[in-house]
């Protein structure tokens, strides 16, 4: 069983809409969490990264949150562009780097 | 902006072939990582190396994959035989030193398709 678990699979949005993807893990204590955007055809760029002490972390239009109790992440999309579109990937260290399976995220006029 | 460099960014072979892909980090940064990522599916560590040494290699199927990285700098992946199992894009990643507080940067990636 994959220890980063994220949700939907792929997800449309229409172009301006917030949006709100999920990471499920199991691997705990962790030394911190990373959310990545990784576009078709390029390698995955760090949009955030928390510590297991925090629970919020903002970059512009990207804010991930953190819920150790449940062992829940999400990243939230505000006022989506159609550079959105990517596959965003929930990573989780310790000693190693957990990769959850992404999320494709299409955003359409 | 300094970046993780690779080449080639597609390579098509037939199975049984031999095949290299290769990656220059970013300038300073003593830890290198190859992944594999299947389609769909999140990037799986294949090695590490800390300067010239392999750290990790113990995903690395090494009856077919090699690595090295020789001068400590730039570092080179081979598959051979290919089979048909390893078309993937093979990520190249960097970071300044080991621990869990080095961010990895990542490279564009080689997408290998054996036919």
């Known amino acids: 069983k994959n220890q980063v678990e994220q949700s939907p699979q792929s997800l449309i949005i229409l172009e301006g809409k917030n949006c709100t993807l999920q990471?499920?893990?199991?691997?705990?204590?962790?030394?911190?969490l990373r959310w990545y955007k990784q576009d078709t055809g390029r390698g995955p760029v760090s949009l955030t990264i928390?510590?297991?002490?925090?629970n919020t972390k903002s970059n512009g239009r990207y804010t991930a949150t953190l819920d150790a109790d449940t062992k829940q992440s999400s990243l939230h999309i505000t006022a989506s562009q159609l550079s959105d579109s990517a596959s965003y990937i929930c990573v989780v260290t310790i000693n190693n780097l957990f990769f959850g399976t992404g999320t494709r995220l299409t955003v359409i006029p | 902006e300094a970046e993780v460099a690779q080449s080639p960014r597609y390579k098509i072979t037939e199975k049984s072939q031999a095949v290299a892909f290769w990656c220059d980090p970013i300038?300073?940064?003593?830890?290198l990582y190859w992944y594999r990522q299947i389609l769909g599916q999140g990037p799986e560590l294949l090695v590490q190396?800390?300067?010239?040494?392999?750290?990790?290699d113990s995903q690395l199927p090494k009856d077919r994959f090699s690595a090295e990285r020789l001068k400590g700098v730039d570092s080179t992946l081979k598959i051979q035989p290919a089979e048909l199992g390893d078309s993937a894009m093979y990520l190249c990643a960097s970071s300044r030193g080991q621990g869990d507080y080095n961010e990895q940067f990542f490279g564009p990636g080689t997408r290998l398709t054996v036919l």
């Open positions: 300038s300073g940064h003593a830890t």
């Open positions: 990471c499920n893990y199991t691997v705990s204590p962790f030394s911190n």
């Open positions: 190396f800390q300067d010239e040494s392999v750290v990790d």
């Open positions: 928390m510590t297991f002490s925090e």
